[in-house]
């Protein structure tokens, strides 16, 4: 099982790529938890995850995520702003197992 964490301003313009994200996984036969939290509640939910995706919107966060994220030893990356409009979920979940080594 997998553990995939998305964060946006308010937690909200992820739940719906989040929901995406699920569909594929159950179409391809792959194990993931998949949620989506708020910016600021992203540093204490890390230690759940194994990556963590960033909203576009919020791409000058890295740099402060990237601290907790190494401190807990997961990757994270800003998602792709073309998936994120589209909300492809194939294309998001595809860019998560890559940074975790799926």
């Known amino acids: 099982m997998k553990n995939i ?5 308010a ?3 992820t739940s719906l ?3 995406k994200m699920e569909e594929v996984a ?3 036969g792959i194990e993931v938890n998949i949620w989506a939290v708020a910016q600021d509640k992203a540093p204490s939910e890390m230690e759940k995850a194994d990556v963590l995706l ?3 919107q ?6 402060k995520f990237s601290v ?3 401190q807990v030893g997961i990757p994270l990356d800003v998602i792709d702003p073309m998936a994120y409009g589209r909300v492809d979920g194939g294309a998001v979940l595809d860019k ?3 940074l975790i080594g799926e």
């Open 68 to 70: 907790v994220a190494e």
């Open 26 to 28: 159950v179409s391809r």
């Open 11 to 13: 937690g909200m313009s």
């Open 17 to 19: 790529l989040v929901k």
């Open 58 to 63: 919020m791409r000058f966060m890295k740099k």
């Open 96 to 98: 998560a197992l890559e």
């Open 5 to 9: 964490l998305l964060a946006c301003s």
């Open 54 to 56: 960033i909203g576009p």
